[in-house]
Nanobody
Framework: QVQLVESGGGLVQTGDSLRLSCTASGRTLSSYYMGWFRQAPGKEREFVARISPYLSARRYADSVKGRFTISRDNAKNTVYLQMNDLKPEDTAVYYC??????????????????WGQGTQVTVFS
């Protein structure tokens, strides 16, 4: 069993930056594909970014490409989401998730077996 805990959310202005962290306990994350998702009020949870375990191949949603960067530190069992140039439309609860299987449809919530509890990011203009 893997427990994931997100941190680093907050209230920021348009154009600011935040770095979210997702730390795991229970098992090492080094062999897991890790993803970040977000859910805005009244909307479905959506894919944000994903990183592979070994070569750190990355994939991003079009809405965050060029502004967000996903990274991992396997020694610390932690995955990060650096968010720059934040916009009000980035306001959401951000969740990290772990996929042990290298699922084909990486944007699908069902691909991920483990989820954190989420951290709130609010961007005001």
């Amino acid at each position: 069993q893997v427990q994931l805990v997100e941190s680093g959310g907050g209230l920021v202005q348009t154009g600011d930056s935040l770095r979210l962290s997702c730390t795991a306990s229970g098992r090492t994350l080094s062999s897991y594909y890790m993803g970040w998702f977000r859910q805005a009020p009244g909307k479905e949870r959506e894919f944000v970014a994903r990183i592979s375990p070994y070569l750190s191949a990355r994939r991003y949603a079009d809405s965050v490409k060029g502004r967000f960067t996903i990274s991992r530190d396997n020694a610390k069992n932690t995955v990060y989401l650096q968010m720059n140039d934040l916009k009000p439309e980035d306001t959401a609860v951000y969740y990290c998730a772990a996929d042990p299987k290298n699922s084909l449809v990486v944007t699908d919530l069902k691909a991920y077996d483990y989820w954190g509890q989420g951290t709130q990011v609010t961007v005001f203009s």
